[in-house]
């Protein structure tokens, strides 16, 4: 396929409507875009693309949500991180997973360490860099970058001050569940030349083949940046 993107973020939105229409208690709809996710690593690496961003809870999700789900969610990213760590898929296609934001301070103990250990096995991957999003907005990873930079700043030095810093300008954003804007400063530095592309389709029913539609669109396109 050409012109295919080096890097593509995903806002997975809609696991809470999901479930609602489907009658299920919310923390289903986090299961469910689980697997959803699980199977765009997987599509992403047969299209061959080099970084894939999935932003997996915002600092909101995790500090506003009820104790079941936040519960819920902690298992979730626990068992992940512990399924990729045993993947056999992980390791024989060269996946490198990050898991960046303010995770730490609202996850188990248990998870927290199943997501170190996942990373230090994966660190030397380079053939699919996956980065997974926990406790992340993008307004808190500026003023963190703004706190620890000293003297005068540049465009450079902001950057490497960011938490997203190893990581490429964004080609295109994908925000599934029909809204079409972009939250919380979502890699506010990185997405300034993104291409936009919004799906009516929850998380939940997103498929691999909504993932080649989007870059089939992409790729069609003239992107000009700046202009």
Do not use: C
């Not at 301070?105 to 997501?115: A, C, D, Q, V």
């Not at 919380?184 to 939940?204: H, N, T, V």
């Amino acid at each position: 396929m050409k012109n295919t993107p080096n890097h593509i973020a995903i806002i997975p939105d809609g696991n809470r409507r999901w479930a609602k229409k489907k009658g299920l208690a919310a923390w289903k709809g986090h299961l469910e875009g689980a697997k959803t996710a699980e199977k765009m690593i997987k599509a992403a690496e047969k299209l061959g693309i080099k970084y894939l961003t999935l932003w997996g809870s915002s600092y909101d999700n995790l500090t506003k949500r009820s104790p079941v789900e936040l519960k819920v969610l902690d298992r979730v990213y626990g068992d992940g991180a512990e399924n990729m760590l045993h993947s056999q898929d992980i390791s024989r296609n060269g996946i490198k997973v990050s898991f960046l934001g303010e995770w730490s301070k609202f996850l188990s103990s248990k998870t927290s360490t199943s997501i170190k250990r996942v990373e230090a096995a994966t660190r030397n991957n380079a053939k699919l860099n996956l980065t997974v999003l926990l406790g992340y907005n993008g307004d808190r990873e500026m003023l963190s970058a703004i706190n620890n930079l000293a003297g005068k700043a540049t465009e450079e030095s902001i950057k490497n001050a960011l938490w997203t810093k190893d990581l490429p300008p964004v080609d295109m954003v994908i925000r599934t569940g029909g809204n079409p804007h972009l939250s919380a400063g979502f890699m506010m530095w990185d997405i300034k030349y993104s291409f936009l592309y919004f799906s009516d389709k929850m998380w939940p029913e997103f498929k691999a083949k909504d993932l080649d539609s989007a870059i089939e669109y992409y790729s069609s396109q003239d992107r000009r940046k700046g202009t």
